[in-house]
């Protein structure tokens, strides 16, 4: 399979099998409880692999599509994709009234917590999944395109309440704060993100200053 991509190898695989009569054969490989079969799923993928198998699945199993990596190329479409939809106002006011009827949803946000909670337990995984949004707001329109968004969600009804007891009962755990704490010595350890906080921290006092100035 190498050199070609997992789907290009499936169809191949599949048209072989046609052309000699024959077709795909399902096989029982385990039975194992509903709430285990992502992570069975993912034992006979690598298994598999392991011991020299040509397997045509696109992602390392069970739900979503961790394992999968874009090309380049289709990364670069995505992106050009991305922009042209919220360069236009009515799609991009579509999309965020879609996030915010999302959020409104307790299970919604159950899942997307507990999602959370699964990346950000491993360091290596979370860096991976802040990559792109981090490099998207280094732009202006990333920036721009984020605020934007932000701004909506924080005028929800309701929500500013619901974030504000969220915050209260996560600063009363000795772990939240302990985590908060290693963060924020790690961004500071950085001489690159001391130089820029600091340089925040002083255009605040300036526009401050201005405004008292004024008064």
Known sequence: MRGESRSVYKDRWIRKLKSQGSGPVLRV???CPREEW???ERHWIASLLGSGSSLSNRTSGGDGTEGYTHSEETKAKMSESMKKSWADPETRERQTAAILSALSSPE???KMSAHRKAIFSDPERAREALAPAMAAKRTPEGRRQSSEVMKKVWATPGFASRQ???MKAAMGKPETRKRLSDAARAQWADPETKEKMR???RAGWVKRRARMDVS
């Open 38 to 40: 992502r992570d069975r």
């Open 164 to 166: 504000a007891v969220i």
């Open 29 to 31: 490989l385990e039975e």
């Open 108 to 110: 919604v946000r159950a």
């Open 199 to 201: 340089e925040a921290l």
